[in-house]
């Protein structure tokens, strides 16, 4: 599995931002799919991950309420969205594709990642 990830960019705190990951190979479609962000001098924190089929999904605390995770499988391709923004959620954020069923909060549950997009909230 390869995964692209874009759509980061500068926004406003209190704005909204959609990312997209697309994956490709014959198995994107079996994994779970979770988002991670790092802030610089900080660890990789997780953000949220959504099911195989989509019908399932839960966040980290400090992102809950604000962002949401969806999947188009037609398009292979795996979104988080991001509203209410705070200057503290920017970071470099990366999506990953974790084996079969697993939804896991642990970024050494995943077996591929993205190269990572920057969002920046600021004024």
Not at 55 to 83: A, C, E, H, P, W
Request: glycine content about 14%; aromatic content about 12%.
């Amino acid at each position: 599995v390869q995964l692209q990830a874009s759509g980061g960019g500068l926004v406003q705190p209190g704005g909204s931002l959609r990312l997209s990951c697309v994956g490709s190979g014959r198995s994107f479609s079996s994994n779970s799919m979770g988002w991670f962000r790092q802030a610089p001098g900080k660890e990789r924190e997780f953000v949220g991950v959504i099911s195989r089929g989509g019908g399932s999904s839960f966040y980290g605390d400090s992102v809950k309420g604000r962002f949401t995770i969806s999947r188009d499988k037609d398009l292979n391709t795996v979104y988080l969205q991001m509203n209410y923004l705070k200057p503290e959620d920017s970071a470099l954020y990366y999506c990953a594709a974790a084996p079969g069923s697993t939804m896991s909060s642990l970024p050494d549950r995943y077996d591929y990642w993205g190269q990572g997009t920057l969002v920046t909230v600021s004024s």
